[in-house]
């Protein structure tokens, strides 16, 4: 395994078991204990863990979001090509406001080379629009969250409430054909639902990981998504019940 590989590895068995020993990591991975224990301090340091006397134990409640970090590091692929779908179902032209996460930070990456105002919701999608001749950025200002560098307070909720979008692509931490879109943090969930509000479509962009699941704070009902995309699997319950509630599912062509 290379060191990214190791850490997905680590934070996973971690998640699944609570705890794991130094000589048990470095068997699993075939690295050395000394790496593992490299690799343990890295990790620490992203608060993905916390190291203990000869291990390390989780440090990921169950109803809090894993770090900005630990998530950029898992699917990359699949988040790329959820990615280009979503940008091919955009139109040359279009004022889109682009919600915080890892996921719509591929976006904003696939979004180049098109034409587009955009509008992001955190500073990672800003970097990664900037420097695009067809990008016009407009920011919604306020205060940035540390290490997701999202924008909450009312300054971004009232940008949202002062402004029309085409579309919202909007990001979750867990979707549900009952609950709708949801997320973790409340700060971010008051924008999310400004932006919800500003926009004429809302396209939900979701991991399968997220789908069939809820998050604390609700952001908005499914009938204000008009489609999702996903590579969930579309004969999984959880994508039918999103079909049955009428909203359209949409896969990304793998390639």
Do not use: W
């Not at 898992?74 to 915080?100: M, N, P």
């Not at 973790?184 to 396209?203: E, G």
């Amino acid at each position: 395994m290379n060191v990214m590989e190791r850490h997905k590895f680590v934070v996973g068995l971690l998640v699944q078991q609570n705890r794991a020993t130094v000589a048990e990591l470095a068997q699993a991975t075939g690295a050395s204990e000394m790496t593992i224990r490299r690799d343990l301090e890295v990790l620490e340091s992203r608060g993905a863990l916390r190291r203990v006397r000869g291990g390390a134990v989780s440090s990921l409640p169950g109803g809090v979001e894993p770090p900005y970090a630990i998530r950029a590091m898992s699917g990359v692929q699949a988040k790329e090509r959820l990615a280009r779908a979503v940008v091919e179902l955009l139109t040359d032209g279009e004022t889109v406001a682009l919600d915080t996460g890892t996921t719509a930070v591929a976006v904003a990456r696939a979004m180049a080379g098109r034409q587009f105002t955009v509008t992001p919701l955190s500073l990672h999608a800003a970097f990664a629009l900037s420097g695009h001749s067809g990008i016009q950025l407009v920011m919604p200002g306020g205060q940035v969250r540390p290490e997701e560098l999202s924008f909450h307070g009312q300054t971004p909720v009232q940008t949202f409430k002062d402004l029309c979008f085409d579309t919202f692509v909007l990001g979750c931490c867990g979707v549900d054909a009952v609950q709708g879109a949801t997320a973790y943090d409340l700060d971010d969930v008051q924008v999310k639902r400004a932006a919800v509000a500003s926009a004429q479509r809302v396209i939900l962009v979701a991991t399968a990981d997220k789908i069939g699941r809820t998050a604390l704070g609700r952001i908005c009902s499914m009938e204000e998504i008009a489609l999702v995309v996903t590579d969930a699997p579309g004969d999984s319950p959880a994508v039918e019940a999103l079909r049955e509630k009428g909203v359209e599912v949409v896969h990304p062509v793998d390639g």
